[in-house]
């Protein structure tokens, strides 16, 4: 199993920035490949940043140029720097560890809200 505690969520202005935290514990490993998604209410959870099985990167188009997405070598910690922030950026902010091999073994944060209002 794999725990995961996302922290960093808050309330932010337009064209403000934050940084998501996400503490992965438990059978973590280098077999898992992290991201975050985030989910608005009323509508389905989406992919925001995560990285593929081969370490590259995919990001949302509405994201890209705006969010990175990095993670430390042991993949205790991952981070998504959040720049430029629009009100449509506004969800609770979920992250994720996706084992390779077994895709059964699929795990998820409790979620951190992003507000981005005035």
């Known amino acids: 199993q794999v725990q995961l505690v996302e922290s960093g969520g808050g309330l932010v202005q337009p064209g403000g920035s934050l940084t998501l935290s996400c503490a992965a514990s438990?059978?973590?490993?280098?077999?898992?490949?992290m991201g975050w998604y985030r989910q608005a209410p009323g509508k389905q959870r989406e992919l925001v940043a995560a990285?593929?099985?081969?370490?590259?990167?995919n990001y949302a188009d509405s994201v890209k140029g705006r969010f990175t997405i990095s993670v430390d070598n042991a993949k205790f910690h991952t981070y998504l720097r959040m720049n430029n922030l629009k009100p449509e950026d506004t969800s609770v902010y979920y992250c994720?560890?996706?084992?390779?091999?077994?895709?059964?073994?699929?795990?998820w944060g409790q979620g951190t809200q992003v507000t981005v209002s005035s």
């Open positions: 438990g059978s973590i490993s280098a077999l898992h490949a």
């Open positions: 990285f593929t099985n081969s370490g590259t990167t």
């Open positions: 994720n560890a996706r084992h390779m091999l077994i895709s059964s073994q699929n795990f």
